[in-house]
């Protein structure tokens, strides 16, 4: 299973992982066979990519941090909750945030129970989708990291609350604004700026059912440690340790997933941004336990090797995001090997990798396999 952009989908490709809106409804499921109408159809609905089957490369199940279904239910829910804000400050719908303190609850019943699990970043949203899913990426993101700096349950359940709510605000940006494709004007950035104001006025007039925490991380996090950020210019230690815990989780989610006026960096090229804020943009301790967490190789990519061997990334152990666990799949010369070679990263110096492979790229080295699917 890799994924493939949805410019580079053709018909006879199989779907290897199913694809939500924000309603939990499914708009392609896994093993459909796409054919021209599916694909114009993603293609309309904004969909970037698509996780698809490939004969050319050990089959194996990526695994997410939680399952599809929490997640589903909690970007539903979240889409709810933030669309019941309308156009104005009043107070958020009480049985609803009640439903969010259960929903981040069983989150991180998830996590702790997965704690050796790396992000690999698997989902796949719509582009009008965007705010719902992001929104609970960074709740998953800001939690992970708090369970690896030794949060008690109590402090990872405000933590999280505050991750989910933390763009309340951008539901009083106009839309033409908030998902405009092209650069915004300076007076359109400074309507943009006002959404942790926003945000931290309609989660303050909801008390006593959102915390006071709640409210200053969606204040806060665009707040940087160099005192470079907005809406108030603080730093350092004026910034509350979760607001820049949800911070790092908000730029680090932006940075890996389509947006409409530009295309998702490369998990490689976030962590390497990232990596170099510590101390800058954000507290070095707090970056360091986020990106411990983090498959810098998602598993399931396609990397060339020192070697110019190419090998297929299974996983990532905890806390080396950098030494992944590989299969080498095709030699120097690039000719598949009769079986896969195991190589574990971690603690062999012997490879190193060199760049992980585009869909082009993967195509030309593997005969463009994918097309056996339906089309014999």
């Keep these: 299973m890799r994924r493939v952009p949805a410019t580079g989908l053709k018909p006879g490709m199989k779907v290897g992982h199913p694809v939500y809106n924000s309603r939990g409804d499914v708009l392609i499921n896994r093993d459909v066979i796409l054919n021209d109408k599916y694909i114009k159809s993603l293609l309309k609905l904004g969909i970037p990519a698509l996780y698809i089957i490939d004969d050319s490369i050990p089959e194996f199940y990526v695994e997410d941090v939680i399952d599809a279904g929490s997640r589903q239910a909690a970007v539903k829910l979240t889409r709810e909750i933030l669309e019941g804000t309308g156009r104005g400050f009043s107070p958020l719908n009480r049985a609803l945030l009640e439903k969010a303190k259960n929903t981040v ?3 991180i019943d998830q996590l702790l129970e997965n704690s050796s699990i790396m992000v690999n970043l698997i989902d796949i949203r719509c582009m009008d989708d965007y705010l719902f899913g992001h929104s609970v990426n960074v709740c ?19 933590l999280g609350m505050g991750a989910l709510m933390h763009d309340m605000g951008k539901t009083l940006i ?23 104001e926003f945000g931290y006025t309609i989660l303050a007039n909801s008390g006593p059912h959102i915390k006071k925490i ?3 991380i969606a204040l806060q996090h665009h707040e940087r440690h160099n005192g470079t950020g907005y809406p108030k210019g603080i730093s350092g230690g004026e910034i ?3 607001s820049q815990i949800v911070g790092i989780a908000d730029v680090f989610d932006a940075m ?3 947006r409409v006026y530009r295309r998702a960096f490369p998990p490689y090229e976030a962590f390497e941004m990232l990596a170099g804020s510590g101390n800058f ?29 190419v090998a297929l990334v299974i996983d990532s152990p905890k806390g080396f995001p950098l030494y992944p666990r590989l299969k080498i799949l095709f030699d120097a010369g690039g000719k598949r090997l009769p079986e896969p070679v195991d190589i574990n990263m971690l603690g062999n110096s012997r490879y190193t990798i060199i760049k992980i492979l585009d869909n082009a790229e993967i195509d030309e080295i593997t005969g463009s396999r994918l097309l056996t699917c339906g089309n014999g």
């Design 256 to 258: 890996t997933h389509d």
């Design 281 to 309: 943009f954000f507290n070095y301790k707090l970056v360091r336990a986020f990106l411990n967490n983090i498959a810098v190789y998602p598993s399931g990519s396609l990397v060339k090797l020192n070697s110019n061997e």
């Design 140 to 158: 998953v993101l800001s939690l992970i990291t708090g369970i690896s700096l030794g949060y008690t349950r109590k402090t990872l359940l405000n």
């Design 240 to 242: 509350h340790e979760f």
């Design 214 to 216: 709640t409210a200053l």
């Design 105 to 107: 609850s069983d989150i």
């Design 174 to 196: 106009p839309p033409r604004i908030l998902n405009k494709a092209g650069p915004l004007t300076d007076e359109e950035f400074r309507v943009i700026k006002r959404h942790p």
